[in-house]
């Protein structure tokens, strides 16, 4: 059973950078995508970004310029940078992994297995 456990999130202010960090243990990733999202309170799950294992990267429209996703698959993690957030970036990021064909990497149920999240806050 593939584990994955966030790290890297906080309370920071507008305009600051965050990195997260994503580590699956119990599944080999390296043909899997790697992906992002979040939920702000009283919203539906969103996708933020995902990279896919050709090292092709999708962002959210919202993120685009801002945030960026890498991977690092000897160590089976995949990462978020977060530069110039906004309080609507607010939020609990979960990563997820899974074998989406490409048309699906933006749906959260096209991911077989997630983390708990990680809490986000960017205050104004």
């Known amino acids: 059973q593939a584990q994955l456990v966030e790290s890297g999130g906080g309370l920071v202010q507008a305009g600051a950078s965050l990195k997260l960090s994503c580590v699956v243990s119990g599944r080999n990733t390296r043909n899997d995508a790697m992906g992002w999202f979040r939920q702000a309170p009283g919203k539906e799950r969103e996708f933020v970004a995902t990279i896919n294992r050709s090292n092709y990267k999708y962002y959210a429209d919202f993120v685009k310029g801002r945030f960026t996703i890498s991977r690092d698959n000897a160590k089976n993690t995949v990462f978020l940078e977060m530069n110039n957030l906004k309080p609507e970036d607010t939020g609990v990021y979960y990563c997820?992994?899974?074998?989406?064909?490409?048309?699906?990497?933006?749906?959260?149920?096209?991911?077989?297995?997630w983390g708990q999240g990680t809490q986000v806050t960017v205050s104004s």
């Open positions: 997820a992994v899974g074998s989406p064909i490409t048309s699906s990497l933006r749906q959260a149920s096209a991911y077989a297995n």
